[in-house]
């Protein structure tokens, strides 16, 4: 069994969670205002984001791995107390000083480069692909719709939970995916029935300012699209994750890196492609750009904000499968629908029709339903991985 650990006396579990729900909504409000608020003739490189994303959240999943493995030769030093006269303290030589700092280091490479290193490729491809999907879209539909139809994730999770982890879900749990798919159908039919293809978004918080930006036209079914397709990458991703994490004793942030690494061979090649394949196409009105410029054209400090929020909840999901499950994440998230609708109507002007919230209510209502304990949850990946 796995010792729960504890963050500033609160179990990390459910610390993890919350942050989970804060982190969601602070994602969909960013990300969509960082699209919308500039017309696309100055909006920055997605592909640019999620590889930005990948390179950070692997550095630091890189650091935290390194920081946890021990370095053996700083321990094997004797104490300095104030007893111990300086002669009779055996200072380490700088060969011993780059041993200590190197060791880890090379731990953790070798522990990154493992045979079973591939096994991160699944999971990686596809969160690159989610990644991706995700700017697709939060361009293309209002925040809140975004949210309720994104709850579909917990659908694809259980049916990629069924069908790899072999889970068995209970009566009760097959109903409120019933209900959930129902209460999306709600939203996305009011969504699509013209109520905000066009939206006119207005400046973060600036009450001194109302003049609009500009006219921002959202296409809700290419959103839609993505958000389903998002919502299949999302659910297999995060089951495989689980199932590999689980299934072998290997360090959840060596993991991380491994899945980060994995995944700049898919981030990069589409950015390779748009600036060395069609560069007129890529970058029509600037003749010469350096690879760098090229890239981060445009990358002001909306998507700065949009890739730092990434990378916080890339590092907070992983802390979640580990520690909790993909089940637990699904509830986390129904949290931020609330969390995203208010800030919505504040922010965005978002306005709730009737039929809105019933379908949200019917996403949250089922969304409660599904996370109730029950006796026949089934078998946990570890259980399955480690008969
Ligand atoms: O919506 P969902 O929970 O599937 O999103 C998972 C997000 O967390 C993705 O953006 C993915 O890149 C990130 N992630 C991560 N590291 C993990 C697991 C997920 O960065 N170990």
């Not at 994750?241 to 898919?266: C, H, T, Y």
């Not at 949009?306 to 580990?322: F, M, N, R």
Request: with cysteine; proline share 7%; hydrophobic share 50%.
């Amino acid at each position: 069994a796995q010792s729960d650990p504890t963050i500033c006396g609160m179990p990390l579990k459910y610390v993890s969670l919350v942050t989970l729900a804060v982190q969601n909504a602070a994602l969909s409000i960013v990300m969509h205002y960082s699209r919308v608020s500039t017309p696309p003739s100055r909006s920055y490189s997605p592909a640019a984001a999620v590889l930005l994303n990948e390179v950070i959240k692997g550095s630091i999943s890189f650091i935290i791995a390194v920081s946890r493995a021990s370095p053996p030769a700083i321990n094997s030093f004797p104490p300095m107390t104030p007893a111990t006269p300086w002669h009779q303290y055996d200072k380490p030589s700088l060969a011993q000083s780059l041993r200590a700092l190197f060791q880890p280091v090379a731990h953790v490479c070798a522990e990154i480069f493992s045979a079973d290193c591939w096994k991160l490729s699944i999971p990686a491809l596809l969160y690159v692909i989610q990644n991706s999907l995700q700017f697709v879209a939060i361009s293309n539909l209002p925040v809140a719709s975004f949210q309720v139809t994104y709850q579909m994730k917990i659908l694809t999770t259980a049916a990629f939970s069924v069908a790899l982890l072999r889970k068995r879900l209970s009566s009760t749990k097959w109903l409120s995916l019933f209900f959930l798919a129902i209460g999306v159908g709600i939203v996305q039919l009011q969504t699509l029935s013209g109520s905000a293809t066009k939206m006119q978004d207005q400046p973060v918080g600036s009450a001194h300012d109302s003049a609009p930006l500009h006219i921002h036209v959202m296409s809700p079914l290419k959103g839609f699209a993505a958000v389903t397709a998002a919502c299949f990458t999302s659910g297999l991703a995060g089951v495989y994750f689980e199932m590999v994490l689980k299934g072998s004793k290997a360090d959840l942030w060596v993991r991380n890196v491994q899945l980060s690494l994995f995944s700049l061979i898919p981030a990069v090649l589409p950015i390779l492609y748009s600036t060395y394949g069609s560069p007129a196409a890529a970058y029509p009105e600037v003749p010469s750009p350096s690879f760098m410029q090229g890239l981060f054209r445009n990358f002001g400090g909306w998507a700065w904000a949009t890739v730092i929020v990434q990378v916080l909840g890339g590092l907070i999901t992983a802390i979640v499968i580990k520690y909790s499950d993909n089940i637990l994440k699904g509830f986390a998230t129904s949290l931020s629908i609330i969390i995203s609708f208010l800030a919505s109507v504040v922010l965005f002007d978002f306005r709730m029709t009737p039929s809105f919230l019933i379908g949200a209510s019917t996403v949250l209502a089922a969304t409660w339903m599904y996370n109730q304990p029950t006796d026949d949850v089934g078998r946990s990946a570890s259980a399955l991985m480690n008969k």
